[in-house]
């Protein structure tokens, strides 16, 4: 089992939005991402979950994983879960997963726990 945990301040996140407007959701969130979101602390909560995930499969975001290859979803009752792309599924093959996104007192938190499949 590996664990990846983020934690960002969302007045961060919200000056990123003042600066740059809806092209800062689109560096790291795919459309059906940004539908998802209503206010600013989900959206820094995104942040945080996508950069959990990275973490809890070793690698951060970078070259071998993107933001865009992580999507964050949620449950018909509103619970966050996340699927890879293609590629990042041939390296980091998911046996299974949990996420869990909270904000409050002006800062975002994310924990993800990802258990690999064994490819021995």
């Known amino acids: 089992m590996k664990i990846g945990t ?11 939005i003042e600066k740059f407007g809806h092209t800062f959701k689109e560096k790291f969130l795919n459309e059906e ?7 600013v ?7 945080a979950a996508k950069e959990a995930i990275a973490k809890a499969l ?4 970078g070259k071998e994983l ?9 449950t018909p009752k509103g619970a966050p879960y996340f699927t890879l792309s293609h590629k990042a599924q ?11 996104i909270s904000h409050d ?5 994310a924990i993800a726990a990802i258990h690999l499949k064994n490819t021995d």
Request: one cysteine or more.
């Open 6 to 16: 983020d934690i960002i301040q969302i007045s961060r996140i919200n000056a990123s």
């Open 58 to 61: 070793g690698c951060g975001i």
């Open 66 to 74: 993107s933001f865009h290859d992580i999507t964050i979803h949620k």
């Open 33 to 39: 991402e940004i539908q998802l979101i209503k206010k």
């Open 105 to 109: 007192g002006g800062f975002a938190i």
């Open 41 to 47: 602390e989900s959206l820094a909560g995104f942040w």
């Open 90 to 100: 041939k390296s980091h093959p998911i046996e299974s997963s949990s996420l869990s």
